[in-house]
């Protein structure tokens, strides 16, 4: 069975911790936008710094790689549950640049 948007927002939102806002959105195609968003950091004028990645499969995994990233380099001290997968989305990252 496939778990509904607010389910995966919900998993979504306690897998990044407290420090994240987590919103899910659905595309032109009908397919998920993973946006995360840090209610801390700035990144341009008011906007707050967010992960922004669009449907597929992978489209959480790469929002939250991008996340486990952003809570390393600004936040050293966060706990959130995702830090726990910061292994595996470091070897994402080097699979990627090499690829």
Do not use: T
Not at 36 to 46: D, P
Not at 74 to 91: N, T
């Amino acid at each position: 069975m496939v778990a509904s948007r607010s389910a995966r927002e919900r998993k979504a939102s306690s897998e990044a911790g407290p420090l994240a806002r987590v919103k899910i959105d659905l595309d032109e195609q009908q397919q998920f936008v993973y946006k995360i968003s840090c209610s801390i950091c700035v990144a341009k004028g008011r906007r707050s710094w967010s992960a922004y990645r669009p449907g597929g499969d992978n489209g959480f995994m790469a929002a939250m790689d991008r996340w486990i990233f952003h809570l390393v380099e600004k936040h050293p001290g966060a706990e959130a549950p995702c830090l726990a997968y910061l292994g595996e989305a470091q070897q994402r990252l080097h699979e990627r640049r090499e690829g």
